[in-house]
Nanobody, 121 residues
Framework: QVQLVESGGGLVQPEGSLRLSCAASGNIFRINDMGWYRQAPGKERELVAAITSGGRTNYADSVKGRFTISRHNAENTVYLQVNSLKPEDTAVYYC???????????????WGQGTQVTVSS
């Protein structure tokens, strides 16, 4: 009963930018952490960025200074602004949300469907 819908991926040139978005809907009371993973072919999935309900953020070293995560709690939406893109940023980007359903205290992690980011000249 919880869905995360991603958008914003695409094909961009090196040094280009994109803004990824991920909107959660369904049986939601509140959301704790939200964030983004990415996975390139042949590589392990890696955490790119995360943000708590209070706005505390953390980033993978490889994207610090280039990517910015933010959220709009009223819309249950998390964003990832990706700037100064490099070919090695090419991957499928998956958002997640730690969702607490109504009348519950425990959270469940839900995932978006993934959005492809391709950086190529």
């Amino acid at each position: 009963q919880v869905q995360l819908v991603e958008s914003g991926g695409g094909l961009v040139q090196p040094e280009g930018s994109l803004r990824l978005s991920c909107a959660a809907s369904g049986n939601i009371f509140r959301i704790n952490d939200m964030g983004w993973y990415r996975q390139a072919p042949g590589k392990e999935r890696e955490l790119v960025a995360a943000i708590t309900s209070g706005g505390r953020t953390n980033y993978a070293d490889s994207v610090k200074g280039r990517f910015t995560i933010s959220r709009h709690n009223a819309e249950n939406t998390v964003y990832l602004q990706v700037n100064s893109l490099k070919p090695e940023d090419t991957a499928v980007y998956y958002c997640y949300a730690e969702v607490i359903p109504p009348y519950r205290t425990d959270w469940e992690r839900h995932w978006g469907q993934g959005t492809q980011v391709t950086v190529s000249s």
